[in-house]
């Protein structure tokens, strides 16, 4: 059975049909000579056998070449594909052990393809989903905001409801941002945001974090200690990577409480740019350790009731939309450090 299998590939098959021939023409010749009883029968008989050697070994050689082209043929259509052509396949038109091989991964590359398009039409959908709740959101969202206003001025002299407005303003606050992080994170993963890159002076960006989160650090007597050189530059979309970084800052003053410090810094290495954020708060459970970039996530160890879960899935996003990658490290009651690093690029 499984020789059958070989013999299907025509190709096989012909190269066994020589090799026999070879051996047949060499067995009758022999034969001849020695019943014919020819004078040098011997070196006529050893003529022979070499002479069926070198055209079993032609036949093996043009047979292995001829193979070595098409696994060669084979291997360029898989780097296609792996590339990035979809419509890449290996030519399958023959019979054989290695055609069906060929013909199950053409097979596999279809199902593949499948599944991309189907996940793409999934994310896409999800995306636009999304997109038109928070845009659906955000009407009503004003009109609240501006109830609230109204009743905030009516209230001036009750107390309790004054207090009741402000804490309507902090949870109309917390949903706006939902939906502003939710719209930015659909577009993200949807590769619809096109990221204006310049070369961004990294201790102007950082300052200006420190400055937008001075006010609330001297309200909670927290400290914000920046150190880095004043010459290091990224290649960035400022706007975007401000947010990034937003983002852990303001994740770093949740956790730490009052007298303890955040501290930013930046290195330039040989081959890549470093941020770190580092501060000496409470600390990453280490069950969480692995966690606390998916969206929505939220720790049963957590004291944090107002997160909603996806400032840090957002900054992870930016920070590998500009081909960086952040690490976290923690340790209970001495606190975490957040290490981002930026290739640069270079010119070869």
């Given at each position: 059975m499984k020789?059958?299998?070989i013999l299907a590939n025509r190709k096989v098959k012909a190269l066994f049909?020589?090799?026999?021939?070879?051996?047949?023409?060499?067995?009758?010749?022999?034969?001849?000579?020695?019943?014919?009883e020819l004078p040098n029968a011997a070196l006529s008989i050893f003529l022979c056998a070499l002479v069926m050697c070198m055209a079993i070994l032609i036949?093996?050689?043009s047979y292995f070449r001829e193979q070595n082209k098409i696994m060669e043929n084979a291997v360029e259509q898989i780097v296609e594909y792996t590339s990035g052509n979809r419509e890449a396949r290996i030519p399958c038109d023959e019979e054989g052990e290695l055609y069906r091989l060929f013909h199950e991964?053409?097979?596999?590359?279809?199902?593949?393809?499948?599944?991309?398009?189907?996940?793409r039409k999934s994310k896409q959908f999800l995306q636009n989903t999304i997109s038109d709740i928070s845009h659906q959101l955000k009407t009503p969202l004003a009109a609240l905001n501006v109830y609230n206003g109204l009743l905030q001025g009516e209230t001036e002299e009750l107390p309790e409801l004054q207090e009741f407005t402000a804490l309507s303003e902090k949870e109309l606050d917390r949903i706006e941002m939902l939906v502003q992080n939710l719209l930015k994170i659909t577009k993200l993963d949807a590769g619809s945001i096109v990221f204006e890159k310049h070369t961004e002076n990294i201790a102007d960006m950082l300052r200006e974090i420190e400055l937008h989160f001075a006010y609330r650090a001297k309200q909670e007597q927290k400290e914000i200690i920046l150190s880095g050189a004043d010459n290091i530059s990224l290649l960035c979309d400022r706007d975007w990577?401000?947010?990034?970084?937003d983002n852990l800052?303001?994740?770093?003053?949740?956790?730490?409480?009052?007298?303890?410090?955040?501290?930013?810094g930046w290195k330039q290495f040989a081959s890549i740019v470093q941020i770190t954020i580092k501060d000496n708060g409470c600390g990453i459970h280490p069950e969480d350790l692995h966690h606390i970039f998916k969206r929505f996530y939220r720790s049963r160890f957590s004291k944090d009731t107002q997160?909603?879960?996806l400032g840090l899935p957002l900054a992870k996003a930016i920070i590998e939309a500009h081909d960086g990658a952040i690490e976290v490290d923690s340790e209970?009651?001495?606190?975490?450090?957040?290490?981002i690093n930026f290739l640069i690029p270079t010119k070869l």
């Amino acid at each position: 059975m499984k020789m059958m299998k070989i013999l299907a590939n025509r190709k096989v098959k012909a190269l066994f049909c020589e090799i026999a021939a070879s051996i047949l023409a060499f067995v009758l010749l022999s034969s001849a000579f020695l019943f014919l009883e020819l004078p040098n029968a011997a070196l006529s008989i050893f003529l022979c056998a070499l002479v069926m050697c070198m055209a079993i070994l032609i036949f093996c050689y043009s047979y292995f070449r001829e193979q070595n082209k098409i696994m060669e043929n084979a291997v360029e259509q898989i780097v296609e594909y792996t590339s990035g052509n979809r419509e890449a396949r290996i030519p399958c038109d023959e019979e054989g052990e290695l055609y069906r091989l060929f013909h199950e991964v053409n097979s596999l590359a279809s199902i593949l393809n499948a599944n991309a398009e189907s996940e793409r039409k999934s994310k896409q959908f999800l995306q636009n989903t999304i997109s038109d709740i928070s845009h659906q959101l955000k009407t009503p969202l004003a009109a609240l905001n501006v109830y609230n206003g109204l009743l905030q001025g009516e209230t001036e002299e009750l107390p309790e409801l004054q207090e009741f407005t402000a804490l309507s303003e902090k949870e109309l606050d917390r949903i706006e941002m939902l939906v502003q992080n939710l719209l930015k994170i659909t577009k993200l993963d949807a590769g619809s945001i096109v990221f204006e890159k310049h070369t961004e002076n990294i201790a102007d960006m950082l300052r200006e974090i420190e400055l937008h989160f001075a006010y609330r650090a001297k309200q909670e007597q927290k400290e914000i200690i920046l150190s880095g050189a004043d010459n290091i530059s990224l290649l960035c979309d400022r706007d975007w990577l401000t947010e990034a970084i937003d983002n852990l800052v303001k994740n770093a003053l949740d956790h730490t409480d009052a007298g303890d410090s955040v501290r930013i810094g930046w290195k330039q290495f040989a081959s890549i740019v470093q941020i770190t954020i580092k501060d000496n708060g409470c600390g990453i459970h280490p069950e969480d350790l692995h966690h606390i970039f998916k969206r929505f996530y939220r720790s049963r160890f957590s004291k944090d009731t107002q997160g909603i879960g996806l400032g840090l899935p957002l900054a992870k996003a930016i920070i590998e939309a500009h081909d960086g990658a952040i690490e976290v490290d923690s340790e209970l009651g001495v606190g975490t450090i957040f290490t981002i690093n930026f290739l640069i690029p270079t010119k070869l």
